[in-house]
């Protein structure tokens, strides 16, 4: 079995450019710590995702929060765009403009 706190870790580190990457991590690592009791989403259906992998318990909890976090990020994004539009829900426009408009989140989540 495989120490999530150098390969999952490390797929992080790699994968995730500016304040997303350290964030990442310290969501992820907090959610080991506490077993993955204060999650939003379920490990089970990230455990869907990689039904491929041999991955523990505790890699599949950080991930989990990792996906979590990013999610979020994205979110809180397209909100300050929805915000800035006078609008008070968020469309799938503005989560593609927070994709564009965030340099981090992008370089993130496209190559570039």
Known sequence: MSNYKTTV????RDSF???VAPHALAEGHKAVSTEGKKLL???QD????????????????????????I???????GSFVTQTSNRKL?????????FITDDEI???????
């Open 9 to 12: 870790d490390a797929a992080v």
């Open 17 to 19: 450019i500016g304040e």
């Open 41 to 43: 989403f379920k490990v």
């Open 46 to 69: 990230v455990r869907k995702g990689f039904l491929n992998k041999d991955l523990s318990a505790n890699e599949l909890i950080f991930l989990t929060a990792v996906l979590e976090y």
């Open 71 to 77: 999610t979020w990020e994205v979110f809180e994004v």
């Open 90 to 98: 968020i469309t799938p426009e503005d989560i593609k403009t927070a």
């Open 106 to 112: 992008r370089k993130s989540i496209f190559t570039e």
